[in-house]
């Protein structure tokens, strides 16, 4: 977004291939134009911390050395991503709250809490010279959220009485007739599966899915489970998640995988990722037989 000789970067997510990108890992955003004017970055903005929101900055913060403004959980998984990278030095990494307002420039960027798959998740009301403009980031409309709060529409209902410029928002799905339902509705399945499921069961999802994960411990611990996370970005994911507390975790219930060996199939629970057919994730190396301690 640019006004003047102010530009704000809104999100630097990365997308995986389509099926005809042979030979292609990631698809990373061309960034040519802000390269051409990066001295008048003011700062990059984070939703929040899904891969599509914040993958390609260990790829492209080093080239655009700007501030960064997220939540305190969007900072941490942008700190492991960073670390693995090796790109964390040197970065500035600033913690917002939802509810907080900084200045970048001319333009004053107000943090609004949003639903979302994932804790922290905040919308964007930005107030600029020529009005205001709010971008919904990634939101849902679920009054029964697994953790975080529901959707600030007061807040979106007084700057609709006020007056916005420009609305930037997309609806998944929206022409499809229906609603979505709540969050919870996946922990009701994952319940019902760790009570019927004969062995072991194996979740898969992004390691960002921070709800989800909780989902699944919680259901493990009502079915006394033990749960056992594989994959380096996975656990580096849950380790942070647990030292921040945005994952909670009863005593022993989370297990290193040497200790799996000789335990029975139906108390174990297994965190992966691979959710998108990586080929160099866990869950496929785990179906290869590659993995060194887990097969399916």
């Known amino acids: ?30 960034i040519s134009y802000l390269m051409e004017r990066r001295e008048r970055i003011r700062g990059i903005v984070i939703t929040h911390g899904h891969e599509d929101h914040i993958g390609a900055l260990p790829f492209l913060l080093p080239q655009l050395n700007a501030p960064v403004y997220s939540t305190k959980l969007a900072q941490g998984l942008i700190q492991v991503k960073l670390k693995e990278r090796k790109a964390l030095e040197g970065t500035e990494l600033n913690v917002v709250s939802p509810g907080e307002q900084v200045t970048l420039g001319k333009f004053g960027v107000e943090f609004y809490p949003v639903c979302h798959s994932i804790p922290d998740s905040v919308g964007l009301i930005i107030h600029t010279p020529v009005g205001v403009i709010v971008h919904s980031g990634d939101f849902k409309l679920d009054y029964t959220p697994v953790s975080g709060k529901p959707t600030d529409l007061s807040r979106l209902a007084q700057l609709g009485a006020q007056g916005v410029l420009l ?21 009701e399945t994952l319940d019902h599966i760790m009570a019927d499921a004969p062995g072991r069961v194996i979740v898969t999802t992004f390691s960002s899915l921070i709800s989800r994960i909780q989902q699944v411990i919680d259901a493990a611990a009502k079915h006394e489970r033990r749960v056992f996370v594989v994959g380096r970005s996975m656990s580096d994911t849950v380790r942070m998640a647990l030292e921040l507390g945005y994952l909670n975790a009863p005593d022993g219930i989370l297990g290193r995988l040497d200790e799996i060996r000789g335990m029975p199939h139906n108390k174990i629970v297994l965190i992966t990722t691979g959710s998108q057919g990586e080929p160099t994730s866990a869950l496929v190396r785990m179906a290869n037989r590659d993995h060194r301690q887990v097969h399916i």
Do not use: N, R, W
């Not at 102010?6 to 389509?18: H, N, S, T």
């Not at 292609?24 to 061309?30: E, K, N, S």
């Not at 609305?167 to 922990?187: N, Q």
């Open 167 to 187: 609305l930037l928002s997309d609806s998944t799905y929206a022409e499809l007739p229906g609603y979505t339902p709540s969050e919870k509705v996946v922990g």
């Open 1 to 30: 977004m640019e006004y003047g000789g102010d530009i704000i970067v809104i999100d630097v997510g990365l997308m995986f291939p389509e099926e005809e990108m042979l030979g292609i890992d990631l698809v990373i955003p061309d």
